[in-house]
């Protein structure tokens, strides 16, 4: 049977819509403010005209080149092109900085097609078991989920751990505006019908890491780009990349992990997966404080984490019907109005075109790697000519379109300049964006899990023992007080590991 | 200087034009629509207001000659949405607003700077009807709503009911169960229909006041215990309404366009039967998922809130007291 749906996808029709859906997603993800979501959304109608399989296939295909095509703008530029490639940046960049941008671009390249590649193996071997886990996360364990990654805060804050978790503070404040999730009120709204809506994640963002870098480049009057590209041919060869990526498979099959859990995990998608797979690989590294500097292990966990997310989210999507990460809910959205119904059916009387959207997912996976070393190269001749005058207004330019078409909202363009601005001053005193996005996303999944645990528990005469009660919850919570204690734990190592050495001169003496 | 003046003219004689053009409503608007025309949806794209409005565009553009263009302005609930419509849309047709109930009735009453007014709009037409339906997992101790009663009144507050929203359908549908039943229950609210669903398979509640659609949708998963619908949905037969089980419970989610007030009436009635068409060619589709169709238009859309407003108003004015 997988046979028979492979070759149906060998179909030209088939196989064009890839490359071009592939194609688009990338172009859509390399600029910032533009989402994978906002493209499903508005490639929508054209599915309607096609039939089910063709649609799904260019669907998938776009979200799998978006997500990827995030990366370029973090490499490039410094700013992440969507949520899921924050981490990429912490290390693309400074490797650009170095010239070796070609060679962070295609690294990229190959670890993101791995990490589709693995995404949709995932999807069509692991489907049940996987759904029946994503399932035990209830209120609670979001909540603990939510804290863990907190945690990371400390990891995150290049220096001062203090300022890191000043940086998380506010954004889990700035997440507070608007309709609280639970419960209904308004919040910090200021009179402001308008502030409802709060300030979307995406906004913020584009606020904090963009804004900060045009300043920068605009007070410098050059791009970090202007230096010599190193031995460029040698390095950035499809060949040579392949060879980097394969060197460390530990680091690879860790990120895939920790990319398909934290898919399967509604509501959390690429964002949070990239920054975990980053702080895990920093954590796991012999030399965790080159981190920041340009090292290719963190490239490689957050561009292949990524990408398993996009299929990986599809596990409950496909057995269950629920949508794993926001672009997800496009894709049920498709399926609903062709009458397919998520659960098993859709394995089995429908199962030739469910396994060929996933099977899809892996070939537009594969169609990256030709796409993105051109369109990288392309990209990155385009920015490196363009001279910083003209670069710097269309990048603002193209911010701004890109925040306004998140919601049709003038009032979210100005949220994004406000933030930005006060972005550029807290980066001058040392407070990072990544914790402030992390405290925005993080915080609104933490006060949904507790409130809900709380309201749950209202039988009970202590509502809040109810975090504790289930044994994922528990899990959760080692994982925390370990994450949380790791920096003394590997400073005490690092003192233990010094003093043998010193008694072992001691002895040879 | 020179090349100013002549954009300042050029305005002042476009201006001019575009005034003349709309100070003759009879001429100007025989032709309704000549334009595009904006169709504005309050939610998130992949939600049913937005699928509704894929099925209907094709339609509408068909009967209305024009491009229909559905965007979306998501935000606090529709609220960000309808604030906005109401103070900047222009009343000539070309913009349209998607409109819930209960929504555009808790909201104003609620919140203190919802930015809009239940009776601000002009509705051309409530198209369909999600009534609520209370569903509990396949596996689940209860059979029926009376063992769920029953479970309720020796364990007040154990039973979690899980639902999209506060102040939402699912919540008031919920308050009003309990008073009528004259029963405990905790409603624990999801951030939409699509968080609820993983929860009461995971068995994290005990059951999700949630709507027909997902009864319908996820009929090997779930048991609806019962619909707060007039009639039994079509697409369910087997699930008995609240009413016959003998509790006068009927609401859900309603869905139209609205357009501004002071909108011609002759405009208002070429969208209303452009929405009708559309409504009974996507009919079938529709009612597959678990959808009611609705047809209220004119004097029946307006009484059609006003029910609701009283149906929903003493759990709602409880509410507000508490506050």
Not at chain 1, 24 to 50: I, N, Q, R, S
Request: glycine share 12%; with cysteine; aromatic share 8%.
């Amino acid at each position: 049977m997988l046979l028979e749906t492979f070759l149906m996808l060998l179909d030209p029709v088939i196989i064009l819509s890839i490359f071009a859906g592939v194609s688009a997603g990338l172009f859509v993800g390399a600029m910032p403010g533009l989402t994978a979501t906002m493209a499903l959304a508005v490639l929508l109608p054209f599915t309607f005209t096609l039939p089910p399989l063709h649609g799904l296939v260019a669907l998938g295909a776009v979200y799998m080149g978006a997500i990827y095509g995030g990366s370029f703008a973090a490499i490039l530029v410094n700013t992440p092109g969507t949520p899921s490639s924050i981490a990429t940046a912490f290390e693309g960049y400074p490797m650009s900085k170095k010239g070796r941008a070609l060679e962070a671009l295609s690294i990229a390249t190959v670890a993101s097609a791995v990490g589709g590649i693995a995404g949709s193996l995932f999807l069509l071997l692991l489907s049940p078991p996987l759904a029946k886990l994503s399932l035990r996360f209830g209120p609670a364990e979001y909540f603990w989920v939510a804290v863990l990654g907190l945690t990371l805060i400390a990891s995150l804050s290049e220096g001062s751990a203090m300022k890191g978790m000043l940086g998380g503070a506010l954004g889990m404040v700035i997440g507070t505006m608007g309709v609280a999730p639970i419960g209904g009120e308004t919040r910090f709204t200021f009179g402001l019908p308008v502030l409802q809506g709060g300030v979307a994640m995406i906004v913020a963002l584009i606020g904090l890491f963009v804004l900060p870098e045009l300043f920068n480049m605009a007070a410098k009057g050059r791009t970090a780009l202007s230096a010599v590209e190193v031995n460029s041919r040698a390095k950035s060869s499809f060949w040579q990349a392949t060879k980097t990526v394969f060197s460390m498979p530990g680091n690879l099959i860790r990120s895939c992990i920790i990319g398909e859990i934290v898919a399967i995990i509604p509501g959390a998608g690429g964002n949070v997966a990239n920054l975990v797979a980053y702080n895990e690989a920093k954590r796991a590294s012999k030399h965790p404080e080159k981190y920041g500097t340009g090292v290719e292990e963190g490239l490689v966990a957050t561009e292949s984490s990524n990408n398993v997310t996009v299929a990986g989210s599809m596990v409950p999507l496909l057995t269950l019907g629920i949508p794993g990460a926001p672009p997800d809910a496009v894709i049920l959205g498709v399926m609903m109005l062709h009458g397919l119904r998520p659960g098993i059916e859709l394995f089995t009387t429908s199962g030739q075109l469910t396994y060929g959207f996933i099977i899809s997912m892996g070939l537009a996976a594969i169609a990256m790697v030709p796409v993105g070393l051109l369109g990288g190269r392309l990209i990155y001749k385009v920015i490196f000519r363009t001279p910083v005058y003209f670069l710097v207004p269309t990048i603002a330019m193209a911010t701004m379109l890109g925040t306004y078409a998140v919601r049709n909202s003038h009032t979210d363009v100005i949220i994004m300049l406000i933030l930005g601005t006060a972005g550029y001053l807290f980066k001058q005193i040392g407070i990072a964006p990544a914790p402030i996005v992390l405290g925005l996303i993080l915080g609104n999944i933490a006060e949904m899990g507790f409130v809900q645990t709380m309201l749950s528990g209202q039988a009970s005469q202590y509502p809040f023992l109810k975090l504790f009660e289930n044994s994922l919850s528990h899990i959760l919570i080692a994982m925390i007080l370990f994450s949380a204690a790791w920096p003394y734990l590997s400073a005490l190592k690092r003192r233990f590991k010094q003093r043998s050495k010193t008694a072992m001169e001691d002895t040879h003496e | 200087m020179k090349g100013l003046k002549l954009n300042t003219i050029l305005t002042l004689v476009l201006v001019t034009v575009l005034t003349i053009a709309v100070g003759i409503p009879g001429a100007a608007f025989a032709g309704f629509p000549e334009k595009p025309i904006t169709y504005t949806i309050p939610f998130n794209p992949g939600g049913e207001s937005d699928i509704t409005a894929r099925l209907q565009e094709p339609e509408l553009e068909k009967y209305l000659g024009v491009a229909v263009n559905v965007t979306h302005k998501p935000g606090g609930g529709g609220a960000v949405a309808w604030s906005d419509f109401q103070r900047t849309a222009k009343p000539d047709g070309y913009s349209v607003v998607g409109c819930n109930i209960p929504h555009i009735i808790g909201q104003p009453m609620i919140r203190k700077e919802a930015g809009y007014k239940t009776d601000g709009f002009k509705v051309v037409m409530w198209f369909h009807f999600t009534p609520n339906a209370l569903v509990v997992s396949k596996d689940s101790e209860f059979k029926t709503l009376d063992d769920f009663i029953k479970f309720a009144k020796k364990k007040p507050f154990v039973g979690t009911v899980g639902g999209s929203g506060t102040y939402s359908a699912n919540h008031l549908e919920t308050l009003r169960l309990m008073k009528k039943a004259g029963v405990d229950l905790t409603y624990v609210p999801y951030t939409g229909t699509g968080p609820v669903i993983p929860a009461l398979m995971g068995g994290h509640i005990k059951a999700a006041m949630s709507y027909s659609p997902v009864s319908v949708n996820y009929k090997d998963k779930f048991r609806t215990l019962a619909v707060a619908s007039e009639e039994r949905v079509p697409a369910m037969p087997d699930v008995p309404t609240f009413k016959e089980l003998g509790y006068d419970i009927v609401g859900g989610a309603f869905r139209g366009v609205a357009v501004p007030l002071g909108t011609p009436q002759d405009v208002v009635d070429k969208l209303a039967q452009a929405y009708t068409e559309a409504n009974k060619k996507i009919s079938k589709k529709q009612l597959d998922l678990g959808f009611v169709m609705k047809y209220a238009t004119g004097d029946d859309a307006v009484a059609l809130v006003d029910t609701m407003r009283k149906a929903y108003g003493d759990v709602l004015s409880d509410i507000k007291k508490k506050k």
